[in-house]
């Protein structure tokens, strides 16, 4: 079977934690650990998201005038290189052979999102930054004022083809870090992020694969999500998750552009999504945890 | 034909350049503009160097403790991220499709080269600092004091598997950025930098390369560089070659360590090394410009 995972920053980089190498590469290591019998028998691609190390790299190119600052497309590729390593280490721990591809994709600079940036990132400032360049930063959910950027809609996975090749000769294949680096048709790189769901159920689409699997930090979907009244979501057609959807069961930013990201992937002709917290991911592939999507 | 080309530092990052994103992209579009004829009629793996941009992040780092320190690995893996994404850029400039690969590479920890560091990276200091948790600084040639570090052999390329299948399906493939991360057999990250021109002749040799071309600043290898007497070599036999090594005539860190690799490439069934300056790789290949060995 091929399946594409998309493993959450929690899974990689625990919340609080301070991202130095030795608590990345545990976390790998227990997430792979988890997905090793997956591993072992399934053609696998896992994505991952990079907001804290790209926050990271933002605080120390913001410290020093000494050296070149790098845009938004190089950090994402920098962290790329940075948290795919710590991947294929705990990849090669089971045995198995990986190869981890930077991965670029193709978005509209014409997409509306670009007119709004939507998407926060980098470190908090008591007040708007003096040195801001004219970029927007604004103010996230009262916790300080923050650096927007343009999240567009992913168009096309630059590599999804080395990916396939990549598959069909039996690697693990760890791409489309952070959602991908973003570029124009034209190859230039642009000032963006892009949702790590959303570009994860492109891939799914493009490569044709059998399953796609949102690991997250909640242990399913549910309605009434932090009420007394909640219930969780075992199984779900693609019409009852739209369904709740619009009557806004799932969180913006979080459980939201998963559902999304499910329902694009089933309307091109996916069959299976499964979204779950790692220590559940064989359970939930059985239909006994998470929340599974169908057509 | 299988060729594998080191792209030296300065094909990516001339001297005196500040480093910044453009700079690096317009140093990869001009390189990859000469290599477009090879490409399009071959399969090709792109080495390259790090040097610059790994000293660039030591000094970010360094510039604040707000965030985790990366070890030297880590870093490795980083610039394999930023320098590979420029040249991938670059390749699609071309219309070919690229494939950019974090790579590994096996050293041995109990290698000598561990107890006595040689490579000088990163900034130069007035003073050894006094942050230097013990690490070794060094006098480098007399223009400040640098952080010394091993220069292991390497053993073994971890994804040349990899590699081999991505040029087999097509791919110009992009990897061993900055010789590679240094591993130990179970895994490890390690605190060196691994020579990029052995590291390339070790890939070379692995894959079966039918050609191995190291791109440099100058044109040739010379008999007497520098001095009224100098003489190109044009071609040479791995006798000649080692002959003229045995007396000295290439420099330490410079021709030597490309004539010694080229060596080791044909001592394991490699057919022909080219060095010679990216201007002239064409003539190079036919004989007319550049330093041919053969076994």
Redesign the interface.
Known sequence: MRIVIALGGNALLPKGA????G?QLAAANSAISRLEPLLKQNEVVLTYGNGPQVG?LL???Q??G??????L??LD??????I???I??AV??TGL??????T?VVVDPDDAAFQNPSKPIGPFYAAKPETGNGKPYFMDAGRGYRLFVASPEPVKI??H??IS??LD?G?VV?AVGGGG?P?AKN?K?LEAVIDKDRATSLLAGEIRADLLVFVTSVDSAYLDFGKKTQKALRKLSAQEAAHHMAGNHFAEGSMKPKVEAALQFLRKGGKKVVICAIEEIEAALSGNAGTTITP
Do not use: C, W
């Open positions: 301070k991202g130095d190498s608590e990271n605080i120390q190119q410290a020093t000494e050296v070149a600052k790098m845009p497309d190089v590729a920098m962290t790329q290189g940075q795919g390593y710590f294929a280490s090669s721990m052979h990986s190869a981890t591809l930077i670029r630059r590599e083809d080395a090749a990549l000769s690697f760890i680096i570029i190859g790189g």
